[in-house]
């Protein structure tokens, strides 16, 4: 059983075509985990239309944190937590997914336990802008570089629940959900990668992660940060 799991926020304007892109490559006994923020817009409305029965929706109230950062982790945890698949694949809300990509991915973990794909990068409209996410960051196994700059992104990740599980509980405050999944997965599983794109990342003025944008953190934020995320992984057991 596939579970694919989204986090929204105010995601109303392309979340049926998000949906859409998924539900045509899931089998009629998977299921879609979407964990709402509290949407002010119509996002749970418009998911609700669809009257697809594989989609669930559950409710989460945002959590503050130490360091003020969400990264949406809160939110996908619970998403995830909700999942009953043994192959969770991790979707945001305005993205578009290419024919074939559940098929890849899964195909994938038959020899990992967590796989990244490409991904084209696209505007609002979905016109390419770039080939190739890759291109932006190259992915790397390595635990020192992904420290320093993550390859991991969510949306392009799919694995076994053995490594949600081993990646519970995560770390309170505010490390991104898709880097400490990608930490806890180097240090103790297999991890693959697909080179060939499998998806449309969107990127507009309301995309809510912040791959590919400046970080505009202090120096001192940056290196606590990290140590942060550091000791957590050494601290899991």
Same mark, same amino acid.
């Not at 979340?15 to 985990?33: A, G, H, M, R, Y």
């Not at 509290?38 to 609700?48: A, E, F, H, L, M």
């Not at 940060?225 to 957590?232: E, H, P, Q, T």
């Given at each position: ?17 998000? #949906? ?44 503050? $944190? ?23 694949? #991790? ?115 309301? $995309? ?7 970080? $505009? ?9 990290? #140590? ?10």
């Amino acid at each position: 059983m596939i579970s694919v799991c989204i986090a929204t926020y105010n995601g109303s304007q392309y979340i049926e075509e998000q #949906l859409s892109s998924i539900l045509s490559q899931l089998e009629p006994t998977d299921e879609v985990i979407v964990s709402d923020d509290g949407s002010s817009d119509d996002t749970v409305q418009r998911i609700n239309a669809m009257a697809d029965a594989r989609v669930k929706v559950i409710q989460h109230q945002k959590e503050t $944190t130490k360091f003020n950062i969400d990264h949406s982790t809160q939110n996908f945890v619970n998403a995830m937590s909700h999942a009953k698949g043994d192959t969770i694949i #991790l979707s945001d809300q305005d993205d578009c997914w290419l024919p074939g990509k559940v098929i890849k991915m899964t195909q994938a973990l038959r020899e990992n336990d967590l796989v990244m794909s490409d991904c084209h990068i696209a505007d609002e409209h979905l016109n390419i802008t770039q080939v190739s996410y890759a291109d932006e960051r190259p992915f790397s196994r390595s635990l020192f570089k992904n420290l320093l700059l993550s390859s991991f992104l969510g949306s392009c990740m799919a694995f076994h629940r053995e490594v949600f599980e081993k990646a519970r509980p995560f770390p309170p405050y505010g490390v991104a959900h898709d880097l400490w999944l990608g930490m806890v997965a180097l240090r103790y599983f297999r991890v693959g990668y697909i080179r060939e794109p499998l998806m449309l990342y969107r990127r507009h003025g309301g $995309t809510v992660t912040e791959s590919g944008k400046a970080n $505009t953190n202090s120096l001192f934020f940056k290196i606590h940060y990290r #140590l942060y995320v550091l000791k957590a992984l050494l601290r899991l057991v």
